[in-house]
């Protein structure tokens, strides 16, 4: 079994920055593809950022040039450090991570719980 743990979730004033953490833990051959999404009330989970094994990352576009994701391996932890906060950015942030349990190339995804970001104006 695989656990997702986020935490970092909090309630900032727009403009201020925030870090999440997400560590996965459990039993597993490697991870492969991590990453950040996001669901605002009312709306659809959006993917916010993501980041492979190899540190190649990738970005929304509400988020470039604020938000950075970094991840360490040895940790099979990633973080988004989150900058320059909008209102627009409140929702429940959720990590997601390709896992491969075993030798085989196959790749099972899990979620974490989930943390709640609030921006306020």
């Known amino acids: 079994q695989v656990h997702l743990v986020e935490s970092g979730g909090a309630l900032v004033q727009a403009g201020g920055s925030l870090r999440l953490s997400c560590a996965a833990s459990?039993?597993?051959?490697?991870?492969?593809?991590m990453g950040w999404y996001r669901q605002a009330p009312g709306k659809q989970r959006e993917l916010v950022a993501t980041i492979t094994s190899g540190q190649v990352t990738n970005y929304a576009d509400s988020v470039k040039g604020r938000f950075t994701i970094s991840r360490d391996n040895a940790k099979n932890t990633i973080y988004l450090q989150m900058n320059s906060l909008k209102p627009e950015d409140t929702a429940v942030y959720s990590c997601?991570?390709?896992?491969?349990?075993?030798?085989?190339?196959?790749?099972?995804?899990?979620w974490g719980q989930g943390t709640q970001v609030t921006v306020s104006s």
């Open positions: 459990g039993e597993f051959f490697s991870i492969n593809q």
């Open positions: 997601n991570a390709g896992v491969r349990l075993t030798v085989l190339p196959t790749s099972r995804f899990y």
